[in-house]
């Protein structure tokens, strides 16, 4: 099946600093991404989603000046984190579709574990 | 709005026993309805979808899930649980007319007890 990866898996920042997320579709081309948070215990939660060359899609109560997406290609995706704040802490998941199917049919990539100290 | 309710935080079952997972949802039209999988600290595994056709869909690792519009449910089943079972699953559901997001249930822990 389809290889979606992210990097990194785990990362430690200091409070105010900013941390990128990537995520790549290593075998097939992504027309649409998403990106997930995933609490302790709790389901996942859609952040934003992005269509290849557009801005992105964000979720209502999501900042999208604290988390900021590019999808610059059809095989890379980035989510950005400005300023962390330990409330950012969480587990970051992107998941890759193609076409008209993206929804359907999405390739979830290992997640990244960020904590904000 | 639409929504998935997995009334199970944990299930427990001994190792050769047949499991269930129980999902249901709330959507308008038809659903499509999903099962993945999650290990600790890893993202999700697709198992399985219903989109149309057989209510009776089988998918990865040998489960199966059965489609009950009536109940509006799609619990996840497999026969035989095995010991590398253990792992949350998640249920999901989109309905069927343009572009819909994908709703995730809260998950629920499968146990399987050697």
């Known amino acids: 099946g389809a290889v979606v990866s992210q990097h990194p898996s785990r990362v430690i920042c200091k409070s105010g600093t900013s941390v990128k997320i990537e995520c790549r579709s290593l075998?097939?081309?992504?027309?649409?991404m998403f990106w997930y948070r995933q609490f302790p215990k709790q389901s996942l939660m859609l952040m934003a989603t992005s269509n290849e060359g557009s801005k992105a899609t964000y979720e209502q109560g999501v900042e999208k000046d604290k988390f900021l997406i590019n999808h610059a290609s059809l095989t890379l995706s980035t989510l950005t984190v400005t300023s962390a704040h330990p409330e950012d802490s969480s587990f970051y998941i992107c998941?890759?579709?193609?076409?008209?199917?993206?929804?359907?049919?999405?390739?979830f990539g290992p997640g990244t574990r960020l904590l904000v100290l | 709005a639409q929504s998935v309710a997995q009334p199970e935080d944990q299930v427990n079952v001994a190792e050769g026993n047949p499991l269930t997972v129980k999902c249901t949802y709330s959507?308008?039209?038809?659903?499509?309805l999903f099962w993945y999988v999650q290990y600790p600290n890893r993202g999700l595994q697709f198992l399985l979808k219903?989109?149309?056709?057989?209510?009776l869909v089988k998918g990865s690792y040998g489960f199966e899930a059965e489609f009950n519009k009536s109940q509006t449910s799609f619990h996840l089943k497999k026969p035989s649980a095995l010991v590398s079972d253990s792992a949350l699953y998640f249920c999901a559901v989109r309905g069927s007319g343009g572009y819909q997001k994908v709703t995730f249930g809260t998950g629920t822990k499968l146990q399987v007890i050697p």
């Open positions: 959507v308008s039209g038809n659903p499509y």
């Open positions: 998941s890759a579709g193609a076409g008209h199917t993206a929804q359907e049919t999405q390739y």
């Open positions: 075998d097939f081309q992504a027309t649409t």
């Open positions: 219903y989109i149309t056709g057989d209510n």
